[in-house]
């Protein structure tokens, strides 16, 4: 089993940034890669990004990709999602999620372990 806690949501203004955290926990050695997704009201759950746990490779959504940035912290067991230039529609909830298998990074179906979720709202 894999524990996985997020923080570091919160209200932010158009243009600004948060730094979401990921604390992984439990059966962590068979870690393929961690994945950031997030679901707004009314859509579907969406890819944001991910990293590849073995070389730190990572895999952005379009949609963030210059403004967001995924790492880790392996000595914390920590994942982190850096959002800069956040805007409205970056408004959602934010999962982090662990895979692993080797699969397509936006694929929902690969990430075995999701945490509750971190809200981030964005106001214009």
């Known amino acids: 089993q894999v524990q996985l806690v997020e923080s570091g949501g919160g209200l932010v203004q158009a243009g600004g940034s948060l730094r979401l955290s990921c604390a992984v926990s439990g059966r962590t050695f068979s870690t393929y890669a961690m994945g950031w997704f997030r679901q707004a009201p009314g859509k579907e759950r969406e890819f944001v990004a991910r990293?590849?746990?073995?070389?730190?490779?990572?895999f952005y959504a379009d949609s963030v990709k210059g403004r967001f940035a995924i790492s880790r912290d392996n000595a914390k067991d920590t994942v982190y999602l850096q959002m800069n230039s956040l805007k409205p529609e970056d408004t959602a909830v934010y999962y982090c999620a662990n895979s692993r298998v080797a699969a397509a990074p936006t694929n929902a179906l690969a990430y075995g372990y999701w945490g509750q979720g971190t809200q981030v709202t964005v106001s214009s």
């Open positions: 990293i590849r746990w073995s070389d730190g490779s990572t």
